[in-house]
């Protein structure tokens, strides 16, 4: 276990905890290929938890039809035995050569470090990123008082919580808050229309919770921050019909949906072809060495965006990365069905 502030090492970092990046460590950890998995969200799943938690996939092979988180949880289900570690709610920020120790040197926005002797970007259309909250003044707050992603565990006890946000975000937010050790002392959710966006089930979920007295609801939007000595002590804010008095809070989370965007990885040297990663489709290996990237952020001549194909590509990409790491090691291919070894690393007992 690495030192606290060490960087965590690892065989292999992979950018991404969609379908994509949840194959990857699966495939990984047959070939004995340890790896972290670091996501922008604060739930892994990627674009199809975010867009299709809830929609039906009829596309996915040996499944007739799945929804997209359903299809996250089997995915995390079946690359259980090999534990990955996942990092959530930040994105990769950095990526350096490890130099003498080989491999790449990576950081996180929550100031995690990794070193990795190979690296997946696995990162769909780009990192989703938070829709902000627009207010003077809130930069300071970031991370402190105002949280755009998901702040830790116990970071707000006690405290009197803003909820910003009007669809499904905005109550796993609340019931992440609920069911927290240390939970906030208060939660207010504030939406600019007085209507929800979100399935009945959780609708009706939200209004038991407000009548039980565990949340409020209010249909308002903020206009401005008060500060005291530097900290947030309270919100200004306007409804339907006009201005309302201020409002007192600790902290605001802020889930006003997500974005994707390429971010930081446009400035990591990668060749890019219109905002996506030429790759070889042999290795889907990247321009750099030992970087490789699958699923919709490659491109090559006759890709085609689908989930199926983005498992074909993290297969290969892992085997490649099995033949960089292990040169010497003849790789010969075994089946799950048959092979001794893949049924110990699977931990399936004979």
Known sequence: MSEPGAPITTDALIIGAGPAGLWLAFELGLLGIS??????QATPGGQVATLYGDKPLYDIPGLPACTGQELTERLLLQVRPFAPELHLGQEIVSLESGGEDGGWRLGS???AQFHASCVFIAAGVGAFAPRRLKLDGIEALENSQVFHWWPNAGALFGQRVLV????ELALDRIDALLADASPPAAILLMHRRAVLQ???????????LCAQGRVAFEAGQITGLELEAGRLAAVQRSGPDGDLPTLAVDAIVVAQGLSPRLGPLADWGLAMERKQLPVDTARFATSLP????VGDIVSYPGKKKLIVSAFHEATLAAFA???LLNPQRSQ????????????GRLKIES
């Open 35 to 40: 790896s972290q998995i670091v996501d922008a």
């Open 164 to 167: 910003v946000g009007g669809d």
């Open 109 to 111: 926005s929550q100031g």
């Open 321 to 323: 990365a099995a033949d």
């Open 290 to 293: 030992g970087v490789f990237a």
């Open 198 to 208: 979100a399935p009945p089930e959780r609708l009706a979920r939200f209004e038991a």
């Open 332 to 343: 010969i291919l075994q089946y799950t069905s048959s092979s001794s070894l893949l049924h």
